[in-house]
């Protein structure tokens, strides 16, 4: 009966507003639903921007796990005042505003910004250099963006492995070196495919930091939805993308939710 | 020796890169310099004046602030009753309900965003505060369970029967126990909601219409433009209130 309330609010304003979207989006098919179905999935739009979100996704992913890991090796490893910093320094920018994150790596990335007049000053480029509206500006915000949830993933893995392992290992003989590669890190890749699945996820529907750090031409799957829907008042186009995303975004997490549990992400 | 020199840098370095971004936009809003420079060597408060003495500034935050009061008091109460639900009592499919309820943590933003403003738009609520409030309280709603859930684990059900048992009603219960026990978890989850709301950009730049700007939204109305200062100083007016967010979480922690 308690529950009742969250699920009335849950099917009025999500469930059935995507099912009607989606179903609306289909019906204006008309008549050769397949067909034509099968057209815009085909569509250059529509290949273009899979190819482009998932190749985002995936360097994004990357390198959040290149940062992510030390940070999260760190934070098991310190005590006290440092840990406390290190770990303000990952939450603080994981709950502010992800418009204000993305204007301060545009502040930062800009042509005249602040990344760019150190370069010029320290005479190491004598043109600014263009880190912002491509590519190179979209992985940079969406790993700033996405790296804490990499960090607190990690973390939480890491944190479980007994410490008592490694000293045994290291008892034995193994260097620092062999403790880390053969003993540790294995413990951790249940965390790593966590996180890596986690942030892949966020990362394939991302819409505010490509739509305003990235190229005019360079659409990730949310920003064609968007753009179908507000400017070219497309809804097809729109509903089969947002299917698709759908889709693969909720057979991602299915994965996700054999690998990790979601709770870990608040309690860390 | 070197080796522990060497790694505190590098951690001094790595907590600089991961606040830097933050940091500069602060001290930007603060620069009185005619471009942008940093560091200024000017400081003003020019800025924060022009934000707080535009009307559609001013107006964008109170609708924020509105919203998320609303969003928060909706989506903690509703997912009190939830968590609570979901924690004490042996139901069917409570792992599915669990997962439908987060799933609007899970779907792309973009996507529930156009849903419900293609929903909203036929009902003509496009622009209604209290609207955009209630969209808000979906997304924040996984939140408040995944902290509520977490809250309510640690209450003692013996607690409650020994109340119910000295004659306490089902709602005196409720009232008298388990809302005062839960207390800390219940400011965090109305902590979190009110800055998933307040920081929302994605559902409210579809919902909001001219009427119901927010803050981020008019952050985003501006950044098409032009990368100006005033959006600094709003931008510190939110990194300020996630700070105090933080802060009364941490305390609200301690009672646990």
Known sequence: MLILPALVLLAGVFVVPLGWFLIGAFRELGEDLWPQTLAILTSRAIRTSVVLTNW??????????????????????????????????????????????????????GRTGVINQILLDIGLVSQPLALIYNRTGVIIGMTYVLLPYMVLT????????????????????????????????????????????????????????PALMGGQTDL??????????????????????????????LILYAVYLRVADMRRLLTA | MIRRVLLRSLLALTCAGLLAPIVIVVVLSFSGDAYLAFPPRHFTLNWY??????????????????????????????????????????MPMKGAVTSLILMPLIVPNVITAVAIYFFSARLG?????????????????????????????GVDINLERAAMVHGCTRWGVFRRVVIPLALPGVISAMLFAFLTSF????????????????LPVHIWNSLTLQVEPTIAAVSTLLIAVTIIALLIDLVARRFR
């Open chain 1, 56 to 109: 985002i996704a995936l360097t994004t992913t990357v390198a959040a796990l290149a940062l992510g890991y030390p940070i999260a090796y760190a934070l098991t490893r310190l005590k006290g005042l440092a840990f406390s910093c290190l770990i303000a320094c990952v939450v603080l920018p994981y709950f502010t505003s992800i418009i204000v994150r993305t204007y301060a790596w545009m502040v930062l990335l």
């Open chain 1, 154 to 209: 990690l973390y939480s893995a890491m944190k479980s492995v007994d410490k008592r392992v490694l000293q045994a290992a290291s008892g034995m003989g193994a260097g620092r070196l062999t403790v880390f590669l053969r003993v540790f890190l294995p413990q951790t890749l249940g965390g790593i495919a966590a996180g890596a699945l986690l942030v892949f996820i966020l990362s394939i529907g991302f819409f505010i930091t």
């Open chain 1, 220 to 249: 990730m799957a949310g920003m064609l939805v968007e753009r179908e829907v507000e400017i070219s008042n497309n809804f097809p186009v729109a509903g089969i993308m947002s299917v698709l995303l759908l889709a693969v975004t």
């Open chain 2, 49 to 90: 004046a022009r934000f707080l003495g535009n009307d559609r500034w001013r107006d964008a935050l109170l609708n924020s602030v509105l919203i998320a009061v609303g969003a928060c008091l909706l989506a903690t109460s509703i997912g009190f009753l939830a968590s609570y639900a979901l924690v004490r009592a042996r």
């Open chain 2, 125 to 153: 609520l496009v622009g209604n505060l209290g609207w955009v409030a209630v969209a808000h309280s979906v997304i924040a709603l996984p939140v408040v369970l995944l902290i509520l859930q977490a809250a309510l684990q």
């Open chain 2, 199 to 214: 920081d929302d950009l994605v559902i409210s730049l579809f919902l909001a219409g001219v009427r119901a700007e927010t």
